[in-house]
C-alpha cells in the first residue's frame, strides 16, 4: 500500500459517522448488512448514510452489491488488512525489533 491510499483511507475513517458503520460493517461479517438494517444500528438518516457509505467505497474499505431490491454493504477485509498492516509493519524498525 502506499502512503497516498492509507492517508485516503485513514482521511475516509477520521469522520465519526463513518467511523461507526464502518465498525458496523466490520462486525457484520464477510455476508454484510443490508442497507436499511445498517441505518437501524448506526441512527443515521438515509440520505447521510448514502453519503457516508460512498466515501467508504471510494476509499476501498467498503463495497455494495444489489441483491435484487436489496443493497447489501460490506466491509472489504482485505483492505483493512492492508491497512493495518501498512501502519504496523515497520514498527520499531530502527530498533532493530520489527514488532511492537
Known amino acids: 500500500m502506499n502512503v497516498e491510499r492509507a492517508a485516503s483511507q485513514l482521511e475516509a475513517l477520521g469522520n465519526t459517522s463513518r467511523l461507526?458503520?464502518?465498525r458496523a460493517l466490520v462486525r457484520a461479517g464477510h455476508g454484510g448488512l443490508p442497507v436499511g438494517q445498517l441505518q437501524e444500528r448506526v441512527g443515521i438518516p438515509a440520505s447521510t448514510l448514502s453519503h457516508h457509505l460512498k466515501r467508504l467505497v471510494e476509499a476501498g474499505l467498503a463495497s455494495q452489491e444489489r441483491q435484487a431490491t436489496t443493497l447489501?454493504?460490506?466491509?472489504?477485509?482485505?483492505?483493512?488488512?492492508?491497512?493495518?498492516?501498512?501502519?504496523?509493519?515497520?514498527?520499531?524498525?530502527e530498533e532493530g525489533c520489527g514488532r511492537l
Open 20 to 22: 461507526k458503520i464502518y
Open 72 to 93: 447489501v454493504c460490506r466491509a472489504d477485509y482485505e483492505s483493512m488488512q492492508g491497512l493495518i498492516g501498512f501502519l504496523s509493519d515497520e514498527c520499531c524498525i
